[in-house]
């Protein structure tokens, strides 16, 4: 079989998958408009969790990062609720070292330097572990581009105080700091909306997995302590299935919410999507058929993370389709068996109901999110997307056929820039 028929079988293959996902997408949309809670008027307020029930963690993994950390520790040390401790497990090998210095006097910080960065940030995040206060009970994260509001700590325990079945819970990362930097940003602060208060929102209405996304969660001391962090480039994945494998469940909420900044090059974007790419597929060949022979979960969540798993790979068929249009309608001549076949136009017929279903998902996410003239944004997302693929089809590549990363790490650089007024009127508050 000649090269040109297999990119046209894995077309066709890729064509079956975005429809599959278009079906998928729909039902996620339907959810998330029909299923919206409603607050009683009579309802009670939540009371408030006790300082001395509560401890809290706070877990800063930092890297190099001088034009932030500042800011991050300024709003962890503003946090309302009275019980809790941060500690910065720091990596760093410029400024930002010396600008933790200052932080060391501060009662409700704790500063580690590392002089290596092994294990990364599970790493790092593991030695935070081994110099956690006594008392604490719960665990909270925070990547070094976060603003998380004063009173985030309360609402996050609200959620285990109510129900004690609650092991972890995972935040709405809210990309906006910087989301007029560029084009870039707009893109971004685009996709990560549709996927927290869409995708994830359904998710967690239908019952079906949610992942731990590495920052803005909060978990119970004792079962983190039971688990730890992976010393790998994507410990959160590795984290949520181990989790679910063992019945775990994330608990997910898009109100509990933290601000954070978009990587603003196109170059740190690539580097950061190769990196996910390769670390998920990954985890996915060591993790998967533990997960799917797991007893602890239903048909709907083993199937879940299978159309996860297909997702993650999923670069390397939308390529071929790609080539497969390009030899079909601008080269016919050249390529006459991939225009004569009729799995070509069939590929693009099953392609089609993928664009209005991406653009309703979006637009939700941005009403729901209160700034719907960001929609408008929807074409950088869809730019981005594909710049990126041929680097994360890649990257699939190294996580199948490598068993570590062995490369230097590359962290996302961030500006400190912030653009969204409504947020700058806020901290100024």
């Given at each position: 079989?000649?090269?040109?028929?297999?990119?046209?079988?894995?077309?066709?293959?890729?064509?079956?998958?975005?429809?599959?996902?278009?079906?998928?997408?729909?039902?996620?949309?339907?959810?998330?408009?029909?299923?919206?809670?409603?607050k009683?008027?009579?309802?009670?307020?939540?009371?408030?969790?006790?300082?001395?029930?509560?401890?809290?963690?706070?877990?800063?993994?930092?890297?190099?990062?001088?034009?932030?950390?500042?800011?991050?520790?300024?709003?962890?040390?503003?946090?309302?609720?009275?019980?809790?401790?941060?500690?910065?497990?720091?990596?760093?090998t410029?400024?930002?070292?010396?600008?933790?210095?200052?932080?060391?006097?501060?009662?409700?910080?704790?500063?580690?330097h590392?002089?290596?960065?092994?294990?990364?940030?599970?790493?790092?995040?593991?030695?935070?572990?081994?110099?956690?206060?006594?008392?604490?009970?719960h665990?909270?994260?925070?990547?070094?581009?976060?603003?998380p509001?004063?009173?985030?700590?309360?609402?996050?325990?609200?959620?285990?105080?109510?129900?004690?079945?609650?092991?972890?819970?995972?935040?709405?990362?809210r990309?906006?700091?910087?989301?007029?930097?560029?084009?870039?940003?707009?893109?971004?602060?685009?996709l990560?909306?549709?996927?927290?208060?869409?995708?994830?929102?359904?998710?967690?209405?239908?019952?079906?997995?949610?992942?731990?996304?590495?920052?803005?969660?909060?978990?119970?001391?004792?079962?983190?302590?039971?688990?730890?962090?992976?010393?790998?480039?994507?410990?959160?994945?590795n984290?949520t299935?181990?989790?679910?494998?063992?019945?775990?469940?994330?608990?997910?909420?898009?109100?509990?919410?933290?601000?954070?900044?978009?990587?603003?090059?196109?170059?740190?974007?690539?580097?950061?999507?190769?990196r996910?790419?390769?670390?998920?597929?990954?985890?996915?060949?060591?993790?998967?058929?533990?997960?799917?022979?797991?007893?602890k979960?239903?048909?709907?969540?083993?199937?879940?993370?299978?159309?996860?798993?297909?997702?993650?790979?999923?670069?390397?068929?939308?390529?071929?389709?790609?080539?497969?249009w390009?030899?079909?309608?601008?080269?016919?001549?050249?390529?006459?068996?991939?225009?004569?076949?009729?799995?070509?136009?069939?590929?693009?017929?099953?392609?089609?109901?993928?664009?209005?279903?991406?653009?309703?998902?979006?637009?939700?996410?941005?009403?729901?999110?209160?700034?719907?003239?960001?929609?408008?944004?929807?074409?950088?997302?869809?730019?981005?997307?594909?710049?990126?693929?041929?680097?994360?089809?890649?990257?699939v590549?190294?996580?199948?056929?490598?068993?570590?990363?062995?490369?230097?790490?590359?962290?996302?650089?961030?500006t400190?820039?912030?653009?969204?007024?409504?947020?700058?009127?806020?901290?100024?508050?």
């Open positions: 079989m000649s090269i040109i028929y297999i990119i046209v079988i894995l077309a066709f293959i890729e064509s079956l998958i975005l429809i599959m996902a278009s079906i998928r997408g729909l039902i996620f949309i339907l959810t998330v408009i029909f299923k919206r809670e409603k009683s008027e009579d309802s009670k307020p939540n009371p408030e969790p006790d300082p001395e029930k509560y401890f809290v963690s706070v877990l800063l993994p930092i890297y190099n990062e001088v034009n932030v950390v500042d800011r991050l520790l300024r709003a962890c040390t503003s946090f309302t609720f009275p019980s809790y401790e941060v500690i910065v497990v720091d990596d760093s410029d400024e930002t070292v010396e600008i933790l210095k200052k932080w060391r006097k501060h009662p409700k910080v704790k500063v580690i590392r002089n290596h960065r092994k294990g990364w940030k599970g790493g790092a995040l593991n030695t935070a572990l081994e110099n956690l206060n006594p008392k604490s009970t665990i909270m994260v925070f990547d070094a581009d976060f603003i509001p004063p009173n985030l700590l309360e609402k996050f325990l609200e959620k285990f105080e109510n129900n004690n079945e609650i092991m972890i819970v995972q935040g709405y990362q990309h906006t700091l910087n989301k007029d930097e560029n084009w870039v940003t707009k893109g971004i602060r685009v990560h909306s549709m996927i927290y208060l869409v995708e994830f929102d359904a998710k967690s209405k239908l019952g079906l997995p949610v992942p731990v996304t590495g920052s803005v969660f909060m978990i119970r001391t004792e079962l983190l302590k039971k688990f730890r962090f992976s010393e790998d480039i994507t410990e959160d994945w984290l299935m181990r989790l679910y494998a063992q019945g775990y469940k994330v608990h997910y909420d898009p109100e509990l919410v933290a601000f954070a900044e978009c990587p603003s090059g196109l170059l740190e974007y690539f580097c950061q999507q190769m996910w790419a390769e670390g998920h597929t990954r985890n996915y060949k060591r993790h998967l058929w533990r997960v799917l022979t797991s007893k979960l239903s048909l709907k969540e083993k199937l879940e993370f299978m159309i996860l798993a297909i997702s993650c790979i999923n670069a390397v068929p939308m390529i071929m389709l790609l080539v497969a390009i030899l079909a309608f601008l080269f016919p001549s050249l390529f006459p068996e991939v225009y004569s076949s009729p799995l070509i136009p069939l590929s693009m017929y099953l392609s089609l109901p993928s664009i209005p279903v991406v653009v309703i998902a979006n637009t939700l996410a941005m009403i729901i999110d209160g700034t719907t003239r960001d929609a408008l944004w929807l074409p950088y997302t869809i730019l981005l997307y594909y710049i990126t693929l041929p680097g994360v089809a890649f990257a590549f190294k996580g199948l056929l490598t068993k570590e990363y062995r490369e230097f790490f590359r962290r996302t650089y961030k400190g820039k912030i653009t969204d007024k409504s947020v700058l009127s806020w901290i100024r508050e």
